[in-house]
Antibody, heavy 123, light 107 residues
Framework: QVQLQESGPGLVKPSQTLSLTCTVS??????????WSWIRQPAGKGLEWIGR???????NYSPSLKSRVTISIDTSKNQFSLTLSSVTAADTAVFYC???????????????WGQGTLLTVSS | DIQMTQSPSSLSASVGDRVTITCRAS??????LNWYQQKAGKAPKLLIY???SLQSGVPSRFSGSGSGTDFTLTISSLQPEDFATYYC?????????FGQGTKVEIK
């Protein structure tokens, strides 16, 4: 059974760049059967998709964050990572990594999630 | 972006009640609609995919229906472990977008 685990600094200062890593176990990230996504959730609010990456390195981002986001993949470590630049307090949220499977002709079904990691932006 | 709107935002119900949550898309998304359950402090869990398919391991009291722009999630007989927040999400086109959530509380 696949498991995903986020890791990150917990606290980042405004204007800095945050980096988070998702380690996948129980499935090969390079199998090519899934996309690997990042999703965030501010406290008490809803879910926002940030972006995704495929084993080949192909990535897609939400237009609202595209200018500040990079998602990368390290198949040798079975990990994928998120960097978000120029952070502000509005970026404070729980960040989840998730496996995105295909259903029909579309992907976008999040069938496995990490437990989430809280990132706080504060000086 | 496709906007997803859920109603109600919250509801109170008793164990054994039949509960229905509605999700509306801002444009047609065919059947590319998924439902998730999130309990406090936990990650969301996939319940229903492509509008009406039950994810493996999910109790059969959960069901989904709809196509185009209007969808529903039904819990046929609410159980104590079902008190949670439910989200719909479209998987028709990126950026994937979620509804704002419906919190199901104990009456």
């Amino acid at each position: 059974q696949v498991q995903l685990q986020e890791s990150g600094p917990g606290l980042v200062k405004p204007s800095q760049t945050l980096s988070l890593t998702c380690t996948v176990s129980g499935d090969s990230i390079s199998s090519g059967s899934y996309y690997w996504s990042w999703i965030r959730q501010p406290a008490g609010k809803g879910l926002e998709w940030i972006g995704r990456i495929y084993a080949s390195g192909t990535s897609n981002y939400s237009p609202s964050l595209k200018s500040r986001v990079t998602i990368s993949i390290d198949t040798s470590k079975n990990q994928f990572s998120l960097t978000l630049s120029s952070v502000t307090a509005a970026d404070t949220a729980v960040f989840y990594c998730a496996r995105e499977r295909r259903q029909g002709i579309h992907y976008g079904v999040f069938d496995s999630w990490g437990q989430g990691t809280l990132l706080t932006v504060s000086s | 972006d496709i906007q997803m709107t859920q109603s109600p935002s919250s509801l109170s119900a008793s164990v054994g009640d039949r509960v229905t949550i509605t999700c509306r898309a801002s444009q047609s998304i065919s059947s590319y609609l998924n439902w998730y359950q999130q309990k406090a402090g936990k990650a969301p869990k996939l319940l229903i995919y492509t509008a009406s398919s039950l994810q493996s391991g999910v109790p059969s009291r959960f069901s989904g229906s709809g196509s185009g722009t209007d969808f529903t999630l039904t819990i046929s007989s609410l159980q104590p472990e079902d008190f949670a927040t439910y989200y719909c999400q479209q998987s028709y086109s990126t950026p994937w977008t979620f509804g704002q959530g419906t919190k199901v509380e104990i009456k």
